[in-house]
């Protein structure tokens, strides 16, 4: 996880770039909403806080996967 952006730079087509991307963003909505839905009560450990920090993690993520997209969309902020 969180490693397709330079996997997804391999690939030679734009377009193809981000479809990936956008199919990743939907992917790790879902996580991300999994992660809310359950909680504070998850980790690696049982540690009370491990899907809040996961949910950071991935969220971040999320903004780089967009960030990506519009890069290559040549979107400007």
């Known amino acids: 996880m969180y490693n397709e952006i330079e996997i997804i730079e391999t690939v030679d087509c734009r377009e193809t770039q981000i479809d990936l991307l956008l199919l990743f963003i939907e992917e790790y909505g879902g996580w991300l ?3 809310k839905s359950i909680g504070l009560s998850w980790g690696v450990n049982g540690e009370e806080v491990g899907a809040n ?25």
């Open 53 to 77: 920090k996961e949910a950071v993690k991935t969220r971040q993520h999320l903004d780089r996967l967009k960030g990506k997209v519009l890069e290559l969309s040549n979107i400007q902020k």
């Open 33 to 35: 909403q999994h992660l």
